[in-house]
Structures are given as structure tokens and as C-alpha cells.
């Protein structure tokens, strides 16, 4: 009884959070498209600028596109970074730049106070529109890049990942990391971060998501605010789809330690598929769910071969790739591809049993109001839903998405996207042998 209470609870718990959200939608004059949610709740707002301009634009310069993201705060205008930061601190604002594969990012979270929010907002459109990155602050910052760079090339977790990526994709722009490689850092100069910011930071490649406490007119003038002054520019071309894999099997990278890095994996979907649902509760079941998931049953708890196995699916702009990953012991290493490859062969045979989906589904709609329970993680949620043109509903029907997934449609979508053929495995380790 006071299960099923509970059970109760938290469905209704998750109708309250996702039927709230009512994104609104304009297009502004210059060509930025923005996306609003009004939260009362708090008297803050979030403000997250997103731009077509991620590492899958650096062309044949690793690293350029995380290079001139990290630029933004150094200068702009009048301001050194100093005084940007001092800014945004004594206003007890919080501004931050990333840039990842498919975009970069400029967010901001302020109190909506008009003394707060209004200075607020000036800096960040200063930064946006007017960035100086000045030559010592590139060389400081391209330092920095190269030295986390170098760490990267120390941890046998990122090895195996860079080396993935570049087997899966090639000299596609999905092949490279975001840091880019040392040889690109080397390249680079002030003027391609500049050239870089003029072609990309306009306002026809931009979206602007608000969560806040605000009325629409409000969030008109926020947007405006942020962007107006951006030249409308031209959007980043489209991608061109995904290459098939050139170079499947093993690839071996001797590392000097006592545990291998297995990674196995192929190309998977995008942003948007239509399978996208049935793969990723399935994925919930295999190697999604942490302990209990599939791959973590059959390799840790039966067999003791590592401590943790997952796997996921991360979906792009285009297609991205599909990830089954652990660590184990070097002289464990070959049971434990084999188990790893075992185990996903059967789930593409047979899918999940009823149990599984339907534990699946318990635990993915059970915890979703929690992923967004705050404003900033609906910010998230917005912009990823207009970057990728998703249905603007998308978070009031997930919960019902999931729930409409069977196991015919896993199966049926495993074996039409996963072809063990067409794998591409990276072991790095001590004893690592094909």
C-alpha cells in the first residue's frame, strides 16, 4: 500500500513539473531565435547564447573553436578581464563560455532586479559583441589549453577516447576532441580566434534560451538587449552526414599501467531520430543503469572483471556515436572485450525482457522531474531543444515517449542501428595485444 502511495506521488509529482513549461518563441529582426519559459518561482533569470559554433567548426584547426570560446571574458571594449569579472562579481552575476562539439556557449544567472540585471546584461552584450582577446591573454590561454592538453595525453581514459573518435570519424569534424591536438594549439593566432568570433558570433547562427522570472515583453528586451547589436551574419553551413566507418577491429595503445581501457563502439544517432527513443531505454537496460544495467551484471557481478561498465548514446547534430566502455585488469582484458561484445550481441538478438523495460521505465520517468527541477538545468533543456529543432513539447511528452517504448520497437531498432561488423574497438593498457 505505501508503495503504491509513493508510486502515486511521484507521478503526480512528475505532472505538475512537465506540464508547467510553455516555451514561447519569436524571431528577432537581426535573426536570432529565441526561446522563453517563464518561472516565477525566484526573482532570477537565466540567459544561455548559444551559436552553430562548436569544435565541428574548427576546419583543419584543432582547438580553435574552444580556443576563441575561452577568449570572450579576457577583453571586450574598454575592459580587461579584470574588470569584466569584477563586474559580473560585484553584481553577484554568474557568467560563463564553453564550447563543445556542436556549439558554444555563453550563459549567464542574475537576480531580475533592474540594478542588478541591467549592468548585468550590458557586459555580457559587451563581451559578445566587442571581445578584444588581447595577444597576452591568447598566449595565457592557449598555454593553459596545451597544458591540459598534455594531461589528456597522460590518462589512458582520455588516450582511448581521442583515439576512438579519430578511428570512428576519420577527419570528419566529429574526429577530433574540442581541446584540439598540440600541433593545432601550436598553429593558432590571434586573428583566427578574431576571424573565428566575426564569422561565427553572429546573429543569424545564434539562440537565445531565457528561464526567469519575467513577463514575455521582458524577455523581448533581454533578448534584445543581449544580442540586438550582433551583425545578422550568415549560419554555419549544414554538416554533411557522417561518413561510413573506414577503419573497424582493434586499435592497441601500450600504456605503463596495471589497468586496460576498453572502448567499444560505432556510429550512432542523431539529434531528432525517429529510434532515438527506443534506443535510448534500451540503452537504460543494457548499460545505462548503472549497477543493475546489463553489461554491469554480466561483467562485474558475475564475473569480477571491473568495478564499472556502462554505455550511452550521444546524439548530435549528426550522427553521433554509440559508447560501451570499462576497465580491467591488463591480463583481463581480452574476457572482458569478449563479454562486452557477448553481451551486446545478445541484447541486439533478443532486447530486453518485460522486467527490464519495465524497470527502465520506472527509473528514467521516476527521476526525470529532478533533471528539471531548477532553472538552470530548464535553460539547458531550452536551448538544447532550439539548437537541435526539436519539438518545442518535447519535455511535457517525454515522460509519455518512454512510456510508449516496447520492446519489439528495441529490438527492432538495435538490430537495424548496431551492426557488430562495424564496430571499432581502443584497448590502452600495459599488456594490451589484438
Do not use: C
Amino acid at each position: 500500500m505505501f508503495r503504491s502511495l509513493a508510486v502515486l506521488l511521484l507521478w503526480s509529482i512528475a505532472a505538475v513539473s512537465l506540464a508547467a513549461p510553455d516555451i514561447q518563441h519569436w524571431t528577432m529582426a537581426n535573426g536570432a531565435r529565441v526561446y522563453f519559459i517563464q518561472a516565477k518561482e525566484l526573482p532570477m533569470v537565466d540567459v544561455r547564447v548559444v551559436f552553430d559554433a562548436g569544435a565541428a567548426r574548427d576546419g583543419n584547426q584543432p582547438g580553435l573553436a574552444q580556443l576563441s570560446s575561452a577568449l570572450l571574458p579576457e577583453g571586450a571594449g574598454e575592459l580587461d578581464a579584470d574588470a569584466i569579472a569584477e563586474r559580473f562579481d560585484n553584481l553577484g552575476a554568474q557568467f560563463g563560455t564553453q564550447a563543445e562539439r556542436d556549439m558554444a556557449v555563453v550563459s549567464l544567472r542574475s537576480l531580475t532586479e533592474s540594478e542588478i540585471l541591467q549592468p548585468a546584461l550590458e557586459t555580457m552584450a559587451l563581451v559578445l559583441e566587442q571581445p578584444t582577446m588581447p595577444v597576452a591573454a591568447f598566449e595565457r590561454v592557449r598555454k593553459r589549453m596545451e597544458t591540459a592538453l598534455q594531461r589528456q595525453l597522460q590518462s589512458p581514459s582520455s588516450l582511448a577516447s581521442r583515439a576512438f573518435y579519430h578511428r570512428l570519424y576519420g577527419d570528419y569534424p566529429y574526429g577530433h576532441l574540442p581541446l584540439g591536438t598540440q600541433e593545432g594549439l601550436a598553429s593558432l593566432t590571434q586573428e583566427d580566434a578574431l576571424a573565428f568570433h566575426r564569422r561565427y558570433y553572429v546573429a543569424s547562427n545564434a539562440i537565445v534560451a531565457i528561464v526567469g522570472a519575467l513577463e514575455q515583453p521582458q524577455a523581448e528586451q533581454v533578448a534584445k538587449q543581449v544580442v540586438g547589436n550582433l551583425p545578422t551574419g550568415k549560419p554555419a553551413p549544414a554538416l554533411s552526414p557522417v561518413p561510413k566507418i573506414k577503419k573497424t577491429g582493434i586499435e592497441t595503445i601500450h600504456y605503463p599501467s596495471s589497468q586496460t581501457t576498453i572502448i567499444l563502439g560505432t556510429i550512432g544517432v542523431r539529434r531528432g531520430d525517429p529510434d532515438y527513443f527506443p534506443l535510448y531505454v534500451g540503452n537504460h537496460v543494457l548499460g545505462g543503469s548503472g549497477l543493475v544495467s546489463r553489461i554491469s551484471v554480466e561483467l562485474r557481478e558475475k564475473r569480477g572483471l571491473t568495478y564499472s561498465a556502462y554505455s550511452y548514446f550521444s546524439p548530435m547534430r549528426r550522427r553521433g556515436p554509440y559508447v560501451l566502455s570499462l576497465q580491467t585488469r591488463n591480463e583481463q582484458a581480452k574476457e572482458a572485450l569478449e563479454v562486452l561484445r557477448e553481451t551486446l550481441q545478445n541484447f541486439i538478438a533478443t532486447g530486453p525482457s518485460e522486467k527490464e523495460l519495465q524497470l527502465a521505465k520506472q527509473n528514467i520517468t521516476g527521476g526525470f522531474p529532478l533533471r528539471i527541477d531548477s532553472n538552470g538545468e530548464k535553460v539547458q533543456y531550452l536551448a538544447m531543444i532550439a539548437f537541435y529543432q526539436l519539438p518545442r513539447n518535447y519535455l511535457e511528452t517525454f515522460i509519455s515517449q518512454v512510456e510508449a517504448v516496447t520492446a519489439t520497437q528495441i529490438r527492432e531498432a538495435f538490430q537495424k542501428r548496431i551492426d557488430l561488423d562495424k564496430m571499432v574497438t581502443v584497448m590502452v593498457g600495459g599488456a594490451t595485444k589484438e
